[in-house]
């Protein structure tokens, strides 16, 4: 597979007519000096001495990028309040992973709001996969002022085996259940591992002992691209069968509003449309409402 000729192709995206003025605000962002950035629940970014016009300059160019899906931010003053809390998720998995001096993807990294906060870790190189012209861009925004040396891949999972070089740990949060063949994503992510390299995943689930999986017919929680939603066996299964020798389960959690939420960052529906009124234990569709688990996954040796 020929990747350099994909990228050429994907940048292409980027002069889309709904993608363009993204990339104009970018590029009229001027360059700052002593810049402070704190990379806590929320990655914070402060820049001393900005004039009133470059402050509503920076706020226009973040308002203009909307939705913002993961997050929080925060410029100055400006806190982009994001739909996902996502700083929950990642403390969750913060003591479950070593990254210094290792080289490490995030397969489905959005915005790169997790990739930001792995910086504090010392990795020997962070890539993100996602081929999001909107989230690239959001990306290439918030990295305008950290200036990190993340790479930002117009790709998806199913190049990630195809890679330059391999990984030694990969995250890969919240993309499973839109895939059709779970299985075969899961043995690409484990051929772009080293080996005795990681995998840290989430995915829904359903409860239950048995093997098996929900199936939905049209959407799960208003969301039309999700095949697949295993029990904790039937995911442990799809995890050796694609080549992986050990599976911890990390956590189980079910979503609730105070991690997804809508916000003037989104300007659209989220959990709280998403479940039935009556009865938040399940969504619009009468399925077990969402559920999230973690799991930890090695590649064998």
């Known amino acids: 597979m020929d990747l350099d000729l994909l990228r050429q192709e994907r940048k292409k995206w980027l002069t889309w007519k709904n993608i363009a003025p993204y990339q104009e605000a970018i590029k ?4 700052y000096d002593e810049v402070t950035i704190s990379l806590g629940d929320k990655v914070e970014i402060k820049i001393p001495n900005l004039t009133i016009n470059q402050t509503e300059e920076i706020e226009q160019a973040a308002l203009l990028m909307k939705p913002w899906r993961k997050g929080p931010f925060q410029i100055n003053e400006m806190f982009i309040d994001s739909e996902w809390q996502s700083h929950i998720k990642y403390n969750l998995l913060e003591p479950h992973f070593n990254l210094k001096d290792k080289i490490v993807g995030d397969i489905g990294c959005n915005n790169g709001y997790y990739l930001f906060r792995m910086l504090s870790h010392n990795p020997k190189k962070l890539i993100g996969f996602d081929p999001s012209a909107i989230y690239y861009s959001q990306f290439q925004y918030i990295n305008h002022f950290v200036k990190s040396e993340i790479i930002y891949e117009l790709l998806g999972v199913e190049h990630v085996e195809f890679y330059e070089h391999k990984f030694d740990v990969l995250f890969c949060l919240g993309v499973l259940y839109h895939r059709s063949d779970p299985v075969a994503m899961l043995k690409s992510l484990c051929k772009g591992l080293h080996k005795g390299g ?4 989430d995915t829904f689930m359903i409860d ?3 093997e098996i999986c929900l199936t939905p017919k049209e959407r799960y929680s208003k969301i039309p691209n999700i095949y697949f939603i295993p029990t904790i066996p039937a995911l442990i299964n799809w995890c050796k069968r694609a080549g992986f020798e050990s599976v911890e389960v990390l956590e189980t959690m079910v979503t609730k509003h105070h991690e997804q939420r809508k916000t003037k960052w989104i ?4 959990l709280e449309d998403f479940l039935d009124p009556n009865d938040k234990t399940k969504t619009v569709e009468g399925y077990p409402a969402p559920k999230r688990v973690y799991i930890k996954a090695m590649k064998l040796l």
């Not at 009229?28 to 360059?31: C, E, R, T, V």
């Not at 300007?267 to 989220?270: I, L, R």
């Open 267 to 270: 300007d659209t529906q989220s």
């Open 28 to 31: 009229a962002l001027p360059s």
């Open 198 to 201: 990681e995998l840290i995943l």
């Open 208 to 210: 239950g002992e048995d």
